[in-house]
């Protein structure tokens, strides 16, 4: 199965980074759990203190719907604690697990 993937970085505004992904944890993965092509989710603490959201996704474009859902989550629930830096979607030429 091919995967896709969307990466988006977050500057702190206010918080900590652990603050953070519990909130993306508890508001953010359910909202990707719903969302067709749903892979997996996880949160990122980066080596310049900020944040990383990574999600893998079944399909490009539903990969690409995802920034809309996390656009519209920030927006509401962490508006005062990040600003996104950028974002990315791609495509894997190999994901390999153990």
Do not use: C
């Amino acid at each position: 199965m091919e995967e896709h993937i969307r990466i988006a970085t977050y500057a702190i505004k206010k918080g900590k980074p652990e603050e953070l992904a519990e909130i993306a944890r508890t508001g953010m993965l359910p909202i990707y759990r719903s969302q067709p092509g749903f892979v997996r989710y996880g949160v990122v603490l980066l080596d310049d203190g900020n944040v990383a959201s990574v999600s893998v996704w079944e399909t490009h474009a539903e990969a690409e719907a995802a920034n809309v859902a996390a656009a519209d989550f920030v927006a509401k629930n962490m508006a005062d604690l990040v600003e996104l830096d950028n974002t990315h979607v791609g495509d894997f030429f190999f994901d390999e697990t153990a």
